[in-house]
């Protein structure tokens, strides 16, 4: 019959190409592995880094919201006329911080919110919680009535803390 054509099949990789594939599947599960064991790694020190932030400031007194496991941590400022006093004296030590109050926030309910990261490292962390405790000290922020006290002196540990009543 006259116009008919025949479909043709073709390989979507070239047999001569077939060692190249296996390779790039080889290379790509061996990447995907590193990635995935990468991904744990930060997940794991963000966790980490998480966990010891929100505990050093709750030992210092400050009032702190939200999950404890979520690296979006609020601290209480509580006075509307604290938050940009808090927020410059924050820039004033080259620390970031994002402080909060209304509309966003109830009138009585302003904060700070600091964001963590699992590229931080605890010496950066530890120069943070440095100048958040002046500056909460500096503008009497430190509301807690029930810090949490260190049992003995020996460094961070979760199972090293309880909660006391002031």
């Known amino acids: 019959m006259q116009g008919e054509r025949k479909a043709e099949y073709k390989e979507p990789v070239p047999s001569s190409c077939s060692i190249l594939g296996a390779l790039l599947h080889h290379n790509y599960s061996s990447l995907l592995k590193m990635v995935m064991t990468c991904g744990k790694a930060r997940v794991q020190q963000l966790a980490e880094n998480t966990r010891y932030f929100r505990r050093r400031l709750k030992e210092m007194g400050f009032i702190i ?3 404890e496991d979520s690296p979006v941590v609020p601290l209480m400022l509580y006075m509307p006329a604290k ?3 808090f927020g410059r004296e924050m820039l004033k030590r080259n620390i ?3 402080v909060v109050g209304f509309p966003a926030t ?3 309910e302003s904060r700070a ?3 963590l ?3 931080h490292t ?3 962390l530890d120069t943070a919680l440095k100048e958040i405790n002046e500056v909460g000290d500096l503008l009497q922020l430190k509301y807690s009535r029930h810090r949490l006290v260190p049992i003995l002196d020996r460094p961070f540990d979760e199972t090293t803390y309880e909660e006391t009543e002031d």
């Open 65 to 67: 919201y939200g999950n």
């Open 83 to 85: 938050i940009g006093a």
């Open 96 to 98: 970031g911080v994002v």
């Open 106 to 108: 109830p009138i009585i």
């Open 113 to 115: 919110r600091f964001c």
């Open 117 to 119: 990261s699992a590229a």
């Open 122 to 124: 605890k010496e950066m």
